[in-house]
């Protein structure tokens, strides 16, 4: 399949307890911790490219640069979209923005790399020490 700048994806999240910067030991208060606005980020990416990748083909995540500017209370939703805004052969660049209702509450670029399921995989079960009984 061709993929192509412009592809967008989108990610919601109703906040909750088990997102907190607290729960995610990123912080200790009980707010949207920022490692979970980045796996929110990269959701978003990964529907972009939903339906777009070559049989025996995934996308894993290699660079990211995200500001999470504003806090965001349990309870509330929160959403983010990705929008694909560089192809460069397998390598692709996304534009993420999450939103709280209409406020911006983290912004940066996700990139992504195109490969093989199979061979990926078996790279990391190499990877994985002998465990004998």
């Known amino acids: ?11 919601v999240l109703a906040v909750s307890d088990n997102d907190t910067a ?20 990269e959701e978003a990416t990964v529907d972009a490219l939903s339906g777009h990748l070559d049989e025996g083909q995934t996308s894993v995540g290699t660079n990211v640069a995200l500001s999470h500017t504003a806090p965001t209370a349990v309870g509330t939703q929160v959403q983010a979209t990705a929008l694909l805004v ?24 996700v990139s992504r790399a195109i490969v093989n399921r199979e061979r990926f995989l078996a790279a990391v079960q190499e990877q994985r020490p002998d465990v004998t009984n």
């Open 1 to 11: 399949m061709t993929i192509s700048e412009g592809l967008r994806g989108t990610a």
């Open 22 to 41: 607290i729960a995610l030991r990123s912080g200790d208060v009980p707010v949207l911790g920022t490692p979970r606005v980045l796996a929110l980020a």
């Open 86 to 109: 560089a192809v460069d052969g397998k390598r692709l660049v996304f534009d993420v923005t999450v939103v709280r209702d209409v406020h911006p509450i983290a912004k940066g670029t």
